[in-house]
């Protein structure tokens, strides 16, 4: 029997060698400067989009994909065999991309064996879903397995991150102006982190970057105490500032392997420059 198929969308914020390695599908958000449109991903990537950013009048704007566009794929991938498709998404929470990928699904004939998941989370929260997903994929692990997998590391996630400016959070309707301003004011870092209904949430606020990153730590070892972990520290254009957070996190964790990734021109045009998170699972025994 062929393998399992994985499919994701851009905001997954996979490192493009791991996504290719590992034979995952996705399907691009785009990116709206004015009446300039992009593939996230394809046509613009991280440094690109951020420079872009810099010089823009005004902030751009984000769409997800259409269903037609997921349907293409979906049927790609069928004709190619009968191995079943797992798609995962960014949270319907944030985004209609995945009410996009239900909508596709609909419309495929029946004999097409697809689940469309939610991931509750987004960049590489999501990522490490979907990298996870497709590694069960290549030992040959069955839908069912992988499907109950990814829900399971759904539920185990940890993920909190910064963000530099809380300019791009207020521009894009997450907070308003007045906390915004004394934000700045006041070198406010709000940590922020994913509910369980797949919006974002403010967890705390601490003034000044390394006590939000030591904050960020202590909250980590109140979730996930000393099993090992996968982790991943994604950045827009903060490399180090991943590298420090990283590091405490090397210091104070067992640490089974660890990925960085660029926040993408998607997620980027809502945290602005500067962002830097960290997403931790614990590693999963037996498979």
Same mark, same amino acid.
């Given at each position: 029997m062929s393998r399992i198929r994985i499919v994701t969308d851009s905001t997954a914020d996979i490192p493009v060698e791991l996504r290719q390695s590992l034979g995952i599908e996705m399907i691009p958000l785009k990116v709206h400067f004015g009446t300039d449109?992009?593939?996230?991903?394809?046509?613009?990537?991280?440094?690109q989009f951020f420079e872009k950013l810099a010089a823009a009048q005004t902030l751009p704007t984000t769409s997800q994909p259409s269903p037609v566009e997921y349907l293409e794929i979906f049927q790609r991938l069928?004709?190619? @065999?009968?191995?079943?498709?797992? @798609?995962?998404?960014?949270?319907?929470?944030? @985004?209609?991309?995945?009410?996009?990928?239900?909508?596709?699904? @609909?419309m495929?004939?029946?004999?097409?064996?697809?689940?469309?998941?939610?991931?509750?989370?987004?960049?590489?929260?999501h990522g490490i879903l979907v990298v996870e997903a497709a590694r069960a994929a290549q030992q040959g692990k069955s839908a069912e397995?992988?499907?109950?997998?990814?829900?399971?590391?759904?539920?185990?996630?940890?993920?909190?991150?910064?963000?530099?400016?809380?300019?791009?959070l207020q521009k894009g309707g997450r907070i308003g102006k007045a906390a915004a301003l004394v934000g700045s004011l006041l070198n406010i870092k709000p940590i922020?982190?994913?509910?369980?209904?797949?919006?974002?949430?403010?967890?705390?606020?601490?003034?000044?970057?390394?006590?939000?990153?030591?904050?960020?730590i202590e909250l980590l070892k109140q979730d996930v105490g000393d099993m090992a972990m996968h982790v991943a520290v994604a950045h827009a254009q903060a490399m180090p500032i991943a590298e420090e957070?990283?590091?405490?996190?090397?210091?104070?964790?067992?640490?089974?392997?660890?990925?960085?990734?660029?926040?993408?021109?998607?997620?980027?045009?809502?945290?602005?420059?500067?962002?830097v998170a960290v997403f931790m699972v614990p590693v999963q025994h037996g498979g």
């Open positions: 449109t992009y593939r996230d991903a394809l046509d613009l990537q991280p440094a069928a004709g190619e @065999s009968d191995a079943p498709i797992i @798609s995962i998404h960014l949270s319907g929470g944030l @985004s209609g991309t995945y009410q996009s990928a239900l909508l596709a699904k @609909s495929l004939e029946e004999s097409v064996d697809l689940t469309v998941l939610d991931s509750k989370t987004a960049s590489y929260g397995e992988i499907v109950a997998l990814v829900e399971k590391m759904r539920r185990e996630l940890r993920l909190y991150f910064l963000v530099d400016t809380l300019e791009f922020l982190s994913m509910s369980e209904e797949g919006v974002v949430c403010s967890v705390d606020k601490v003034r000044g970057q390394k006590k939000a990153m030591a904050r960020i957070l990283a590091e405490h996190v090397r210091q104070n964790f067992t640490v089974e392997d660890l990925t960085y990734t660029s926040i993408g021109p998607v997620i980027g045009t809502h945290t602005g420059p500067g962002a």
